[in-house]
């Protein structure tokens, strides 16, 4: 009974612990639920800072924060500093509209927040001209005022910092600084504007970049002539210091240039001109200038005078100008060739390096440049000439072009030509093979031991065959017997196969010989040759005296020789022997 009793109370316990776990569960409490947290604690703007041109639009987003970190973007406000400068609306909208600085605060009770706005002029939408339309100035000169033009945007701000280009429409002027940046006003200026060189209407456009749509204003200018200024120089411009046979025209008519004091050429002014010495006759006696300011002549048929004969072209108030021209007798008939110009550089089988010219002359030795001929080359015995061995004369002279000795060794080339006296010239032809050995063509001799060699000597370099090369080797020479050494150059190098020594003398008077040499060719060695002294050194008696008596002369006189260092005879010695 007693264990019945303690499970009932058990029982009870259980239930009433189990009714307020399930009261507290459902609320039943009696207490009020608990409201979320709306105040915001602090806020945060996005973006910070801008900047607009006027006109356009900007979305700023603020968002708060509460207490319990939770974010709010309801329930914020947005004001300007200056409505002027930018509007909002209550959604973060902003609308620049005047250029400026103002502040956009986001607010939601004491928590609030900034961003800072600059708003600049808009896109340039207008152009208006400032200065410098509608002015005139002389031809190929500035004009006085510069053209100058004021960019606004379509709210009627000045726009700085846009860039003005000028360009030439009309008129082909000249622009200095064609791109111009606009200041702080809004003000754009071209430098300078010159304007083109032909009397009229010259334009200039004003394009402005960056810009709402095609941004453009044109300037206008006149151009004037130029007032006329008086001729205030005369000089020659063509005919001068011509030659000709007298009685007969000359090529280029004559003329002048007028000048004014501008140095501009000088249109429609009067030339006289007058033939003042030679006889001759000028198709013009008077001329006026063109727009270039050159007045002519005409043809000038000379006088019979020879020698000089002068024209004078004059204009009132001006130093005159003096034509000179030289006149030629008659030409007489060609009756003589002359060489011009010789054939020289010749290798064998090669064309010459220079071509022969041959002239046809008179008896005077004047060329005639109206005679007409054909001239022949022929080269003497021994040789053999080819290629264009025939030249036409032209004008009186005859230009080979392609004639080719085919043999080493020196020979005369003649030009002949019917009816003419014949001209000729040693051509010197040389061997195409390689050099392998040195000769002497002119060997040294004379001179005495203060002055060169009275022949210097020439050395050629030649082939297997003897014959002469073109070598250009260097060419050495030393003594190869004798009593002193050699002075002046003793190294020459070859000019087309030839090495010719100049300023070549010993330093002792005696009996020489000397030795060529070049690296890779054989040597050559000269005949024996005297080099004499300067002077006598020393005195030698070659008769003594003999016998006599007091007072009288001796029987046998001496004789006394003057001698060189050698003590040979020095047969120009004069001196006095006491």
């Known amino acids: 009974m007693r264990l019945t009793r303690s499970v009932t109370r058990f029982k009870a316990v259980l239930a009433a612990s189990t009714l307020v776990f399930l009261t507290a569960r459902c609320g039943d409490s009696g207490l009020p639920p608990t409201a979320p947290d709306t105040t915001i604690t602090s806020l945060t703007i996005d973006p910070v800072s801008a900047t607009l041109r006027v006109g356009e639009t900007r979305q700023f987003t603020a968002v708060g924060t509460t207490a319990s970190k939770t974010t709010i973007s309801t329930g914020i406000t947005y004001t300007s500093s200056d ?19 103002a502040t956009l605060t986001a607010k939601s009770g004491t928590a609030q927040v900034t961003a800072a706005l600059t708003v600049t002029p808009g896109l340039a939408a207008s152009v208006t001209k400032l200065a410098g339309d509608g002015q005139s100035a002389q031809v190929s000169t500035p004009v006085a005022i510069s053209p100058s033009v004021v960019v606004k945007d379509s709210a009627g701000n000045v726009v700085p910092g846009a860039t003005v280009s000028f360009t030439v429409q009309l008129g082909g002027g000249l622009l200095n600084g064609s791109a111009a940046i606009t200041n702080a006003q809004g003000i754009a200026s071209l430098s300078a504007w010159i304007l083109g060189t032909v009397p009229g209407t010259n334009s200039v456009l004003a394009t402005v970049l960056p810009s709402n749509g095609v941004v453009t204003t044109a300037f206008i200018a006149t151009a004037t002539p130029r007032p006329v200024a008086p001729p205030a120089v005369v000089s020659i411009s063509d005919g001068d210091a011509q030659t000709g046979t007298v009685g007969t025209v000359l090529p280029i008519p004559l003329s002048v240039l007028v000048t004014n004091t501008d140095g501009l050429p000088a249109a429609n002014v009067q030339v006289t001109f007058v033939v003042a010495s030679g006889g001759g006759t000028i198709a013009n006696a008077t001329a006026a200038t063109n727009t270039s300011g050159v007045a002519s002549a005409g043809t000038w048929t000379l006088g019979a005078t020879l020698g000089a004969q002068t024209v004078t072209a004059t204009v009132a108030g001006l130093a005159p100008r003096t034509f000179t021209a030289t006149a030629t007798a008659v030409p007489l008939p060609a009756t003589q060739l002359f060489l011009a110009t010789a054939g020289t550089g010749a290798v064998a089988g090669v064309p010459l390096t220079t071509q022969p ?10 060329l005639v440049p109206t005679a007409t001929g054909i001239i022949t080359a022929n080269i003497s015995v021994g040789g053999r000439l080819t290629g264009t061995t025939t030249a036409t004369a032209v004008s009186g002279v005859a230009q080979f072009s392609n004639l080719i000795a085919l043999d080493p060794g020196t020979y005369t080339i003649t030009y002949s030509s019917p009816g003419l006296a014949s001209a000729s010239s040693l051509l010197r032809v040389v061997s195409g093979q390689p050099a392998v050995a040195l000769a002497i063509t ?21 082939d297997a065959g003897g014959a002469a090369t073109q070598g250009t080797n260097p060419v050495t020479v030393s003594v190869a017997t004798g009593p002193g050494t050699l002075t002046g150059t003793t190294t020459v190098s070859a000019v087309n196969g030839l090495a010719t020594f100049s300023g070549l003398g010993a330093s002792v008077g005696g009996t020489y010989t000397l030795t060529f040499s070049s690296p890779g060719l054989a040597s050559v060695t000269s005949v024996p040759f005297t080099v004499a002294f300067s002077s006598a050194t020393q005195l030698a008696v070659t008769t003594q005296p003999v016998g006599g008596a007091s007072g009288a002369n001796l029987a046998t006189q001496p004789v006394v020789e003057l001698r060189d260092p050698l003590g040979s005879l020095f047969p120009g010695a004069s001196n006095v022997v006491t």
């Open 357 to 366: 010219i041959v002239e046809l002359r008179d008896l005077n030795n004047v």
């Open 442 to 462: 002119t060997a040294p001799s004379g001179g005495t031991n203060t002055v060169p060699f009275a022949v210097q000597p020439v050395i050629e370099i030649r």
């Open 83 to 101: 409505n002027n400068v930018i509007s909002v609306n209550q959604a973060g909208l902003v609308r620049a509209l005047l250029p400026g600085s």
